[in-house]
Every structure is written in structure tokens, then in C-alpha cells.
């Protein structure tokens, strides 16, 4: 089936036009976290009632085209698993989408036994999409034909899918369900806009939080020296050298290159031409005075803290009625509400609806199914 792929504003005037009066579209979007040392955005799939199109953000800045029609919450714009592209969008693009309708959720809310796409599309379309792409770097150019096919069927079948969906949320009273969900992809998506402060790399490192402070220290000066080469060539830094054979060159404390390339798992063309960096950085971490040391960072508290008994009580009463309802309404118990917010409801012993709604991850479809036990609970409690 065909696609029309767009990599010019001059390609986009079709588009335009039809994005103009078109009612609802399908978007996907694909990123190259997986490849490269940036997530960008590297292409968006569009699909109207007319036809499916594919746009290259590398080529020209799309975000004039796409703003309006995205931004209109008169536009319904359908999108499975819209959470870590509605974030790209925002990022990228400056687009705050509104008018979401999100296949996953719906299929959620449905208790659908498979979420993804691919097991959706089969089992109410009967399509079958190939995997063959799933972790292609869609920051190549130029993009093979086949890969702009296996791109545009991302949104191909999504209207149809989501008219399907849609008549059964009708069906089972749960379309308010849905919308209250999307609205709230889209609100957490604006608020991640903001900067947050950089995290230590070394958090996110298995097993660096047995290491000595020195070697902590050593780990993080590893994994700067690795970051600088993943910037300098585009490359995701796992793919320079992955974290295990960085923690064994730091209890190793190579002397020189062979050194590190006999340690197993690190290429041994990269300890050859870049190696003499990280030894340097590790040997003068080696005679850092203990003072300048810098340990695995201590834990940060959020939150409250631990639950009193009280609210550990009361919470596994929560959870109880939470199941009970669940079963009835046929949701998974963590669809119709996570142990943490049910923990969170606890604290808060929330006196009336109202502050119930408030309390976050609760939503009003929920507080309309769980409200009553949950209130009567907490009074029972108190």
C-alpha cells in the first residue's frame, strides 16, 4: 500500500490542505535512542481518512505544519502508546498535543489480552504487521523503501482500529474513561517540559552501588570518557563499550591499552585507539587524596517516608476493595488503581470525593468506581 514521504515544506503543501479540514489523523513517531547518543526525533507517520504519510523532521522543521492541527482539541488524534512520544513532540517540535486518543489506553480499559499494536491490529483487523524494523536506526538516510512501508503501517490501520475500540468503550459505558486518561498523558507530558536537574550517571550503572568511593569515582570519569566518544559519534554510549567491562577496568586499573583490551567484553579496537584516555583518567583517580573522593550518592527521601502502621493498615484494607472492584468491573487491579496510589489515598485519608480526585494518579472514573468503599473505609479507620 502506498505512502507519500515528505522531506520538504514544498512536499507538505498536499498535506497542508487536508490537515486543514480533516476531523481526526493517526500519528506515530520514531526516535534513535537505540543507535544513536541522542533520542531525537527522526521521522513522524501520518495517517487521515485520504492517506498515510511519512515525514522526515531531519530534512525541514515540520512543527509549522503539524502545530495547528495537533494543538486543535477539536482534532482527535489517535496514537497507541502515546506517552514517550507526546514527550518527543513537546521537546523537539514545541507541540503540545491536545484531542488525544490513545488505542492502548482504550485497549486497556477493555481488558484486551495483548496492548501492543501489532497484537491489536491482528486480533480485531487481522493484520499483521512485520517486526522486521523494530530496532532499525531511523536516523539513516536515505531511509530504504521498505523501511518507509514498514514505517507508515504504524498508522496505516490506526483509524480503523480506534473506531472499533471506540464503539466498544460505547458499549461498556467507558468513554469518559478514556478521555480522562488521554487528557492526563497529555497533562504529564507538559509537565515534563521542565528542566530537571542532572542526575549521576553512576545511578544507572548495575552494581555501582557496592563499588568503594574511589572506584565510584573512577566509574564516573569511565563514564564521561565514554559519553564524549558516544557524542563525538553519534552513537548510543552502550554501544561504545557496554557498563560491565567499565566496572571490571575499574578494578582492573589498567596500566596501558593491552591491559584494557584483554579485559573481557571491551572492544579491542576502541582500548587500542582510545584506551590511553581512560587509563590516564583511572590513574589519577587512583591518587586522588580520600577527601576529593565522591561516594555512590546517598538515597534521596521523597515523599513522606515510611507508613505508619496505621496507614500500612489501612492501605491493605484500600487494596482489598480495590481487587474486590476490580473483578467486578473486569480491569487488571493495577489499571484501575497502582498500589502506589492506593498507599498515597491512605496518607492523605481523604474526607470527601473531591479530595479524593485530588490526590494524583486518582482519576474520576475511579473515584466514581472506588469512592464510596474507599470513604466508608476511612471513616471506619478514624
Known sequence: ???????????????????????????????????????????????TERGTYVIDPLAFDPAELLREPLERPDVTVVMHGADFD???????????????????????LLSEKGLGLSALLESRLNVRLSKKYQRADWAERPL??????????????????????????????????????????????????GDDEPEDPVVRVRGARRLSARQVTALREALEWRDEIARTRDRAPFRIVSDGPLIDAVAAAPKGAKELADIKGFPTRMAHEEGADLVRRLQR???????????????????????????????????????RRA???????????????????????????????????????????LGRDFLAAIRGAA
Open 1 to 47: 500500500m502506498s505512502h507519500i514521504h515528505i522531506q520538504s515544506a514544498a512536499d507538505a503543501k498536499g498535506l497542508k490542505a487536508e490537515l486543514a479540514s480533516a476531523p481526526r489523523l493517526a500519528l506515530d513517531c520514531e526516535a534513535a535512542g537505540f543507535h544513536r547518543y541522542s533520542d531525537r526525533l527522526c521521522l513522524l507517520q501520518l495517517s
Open 86 to 108: 507526546l514527550r518527543l513532540l513537546r521537546r523537539d517540535l514545541g507541540i503540545g498535543l491536545r484531542g488525544l486518543f490513545d488505542t492502548q489506553i482504550a485497549a486497556q
Open 144 to 193: 530504504s523503501d521498505v523501511m518507509l512501508a514498514y514505517a507508515a503501517d504504524d498508522t496505516r490501520y490506526l483509524l480503523r482500529l480506534a473506531d472499533l475500540l471506540a464503539e466498544d468503550l460505547a458499549a461498556a459505558g467507558r468513554t469518559a474513561w478514556a478521555e480522562e486518561e488521554s487528557r492526563a498523558l497529555e497533562e504529564a507530558a507538559e509537565a515534563a517540559g
Open 285 to 323: 583517580v587512583a591518587k586522588l587524596p580520600d577527601a576529593e573522593l565522591r561516594p555512590y550518592p546517598k538515597p534521596q527521601r521523597r515523599g513522606p517516608g515510611r507508613p505508619t502502621p496505621e496507614v500500612e493498615a489501612l492501605a491493605e484494607r484500600l487494596k482489598r476493595i480495590r481487587n
Open 327 to 369: 473483578d467486578e468491573v473486569g480491569l487488571p487491579k493495577g489499571a484501575l488503581l497502582a498500589n502506589a496510589v492506593v498507599l498515597d489515598v491512605a496518607r492523605a485519608a481523604p474526607q470527601n470525593l473531591d479530595e479524593l480526585v485530588a490526590i494524583e494518579g486518582m482519576r474520576r472514573w475511579k473515584a466514581d468506581i
